[in-house]
T-cell receptor, first 116, second 114 residues
Framework: AQTVTQSQPEMSVQEAETVTLSCTYDTSESDYYLFWYKQPPSRQMILVIR??????QNATENRFSVNFQKAAKSFSLKISDSQLGDAAMYFC?????????????FGKGTKLSVIP | GAVVSQHPSWVICKSGTSVKIECRSLDFQATTMFWYRQFPKQSLMLMAT?????????EQGVEKDKFLINHASLTLSTLTVTSAHPEDSSFYIC??????????FGPGTRLLVL
C-alpha cells in the first residue's frame, strides 16, 4: 500500500522569506503523480503544483517549486517570497498513473503560519 | 479553468431527515468524482468513488445505504445523507477528476445535524 508522510505538523515563516515543506512517500510503482494541495481557513482545497514521476525536471508554479527526488521518494515544496495569503494547511498527495478511479493518498498535512 | 462547485455550502437539518449535496464540474467533464469527509484538523478521508453511469465504490466502513451517491452525468454527482444523525455532522468535500487525472475540489459542505 502506498503511504505519504509529512513529518512537520506545523511550520512558520517570516513574510517574504522562503520555506520548505517536506513530504516522503512509499510505493512500489514506477509511474505516478505527486501533488501539493493548499487548504486555507475557508477549507477550499486548491491545487498548488503537480509532478509526474517520469519527468526529471522539477515542477514550478510562480513562487512554488518542488524538489522531487525519485530515488529517495521525497517531494518537498518550496515557497519563495512568502505572503500572508500562503498561510494554510498543505497536503502532499500521491496517485498511481492510469485512467480510471485511482484515488489520492494524502499525507496528514502541515500547517503553515506566515508571520508579518 | 477546472472549477468545481458544491451546493449547499452550509446545511442544518433535524435528525432523521435526508440531505442532498450536489457537486458539479463547471468547465470540464469528469467521468470520475470523489466524495470525502474531513474532521477538524485532520486530512481528507475518502468515502466513495463515483463513476458516471455506474454504481459508486465505497470505502471500507462507509455505509452505502446511508450515503447514497448518484453520478448521473459527466458534470454532476450527488451525495445524499439519508436519515441523518448528529454523528453525521461533518465537512463533506467532493472532487472531480479531469482527463489529466488531476482532482479539483469543490468548496465543501458543512453539515450540522441537530
Amino acid at each position: 500500500a502506498q503511504t505519504v508522510t509529512q513529518s512537520q505538523p506545523e511550520m512558520s515563516v517570516q513574510e517574504a522569506e522562503t520555506v520548505t515543506l517536506s513530504c516522503t512517500y512509499d510505493t512500489s510503482e514506477s509511474d505516478y503523480y505527486l501533488f501539493w494541495y493548499k487548504q486555507p481557513p475557508s477549507r477550499q482545497m486548491i491545487l498548488v503544483i503537480r509532478q509526474e514521476a517520469y519527468k526529471q525536471q522539477n515542477a514550478t508554479e510562480n513562487r512554488f517549486s518542488v524538489n522531487f527526488q525519485k530515488a529517495a521518494k521525497s517531494f518537498s515544496l518550496k515557497i519563495s517570497d512568502s505572503q500572508l495569503g500562503d498561510a494554510a494547511m498543505y497536503f502532499c498527495a500521491y496517485r498511481i498513473v492510469g485512467a480510471g478511479s485511482y484515488q489520492l493518498t494524502f499525507g496528514k498535512g502541515t500547517k503553515l503560519s506566515v508571520i508579518p | 479553468g477546472a472549477v468545481v462547485s458544491q451546493h449547499p455550502s452550509w446545511v442544518i437539518c433535524k435528525s432523521g431527515t435526508s440531505v442532498k449535496i450536489e457537486c458539479r464540474s463547471l468547465d470540464f467533464q469528469a467521468t470520475t468524482m470523489f466524495w470525502y469527509r474531513q474532521f477538524p484538523k485532520q486530512s481528507l478521508m475518502l468515502m466513495a468513488t463515483s463513476n458516471e453511469g455506474s454504481k459508486a465504490t465505497y470505502e471500507q466502513g462507509v455505509e452505502k445505504d446511508k450515503f447514497l451517491i448518484n453520478h448521473a452525468s459527466l458534470t454532476l454527482s450527488t451525495l445524499t445523507v439519508t436519515s441523518a444523525h448528529p454523528e453525521d455532522s461533518s465537512f463533506y468535500i467532493c472532487s472531480a477528476q479531469d482527463r489529466a487525472e488531476t482532482q479539483y475540489f469543490g468548496p465543501g459542505t458543512r453539515l450540522l445535524v441537530l
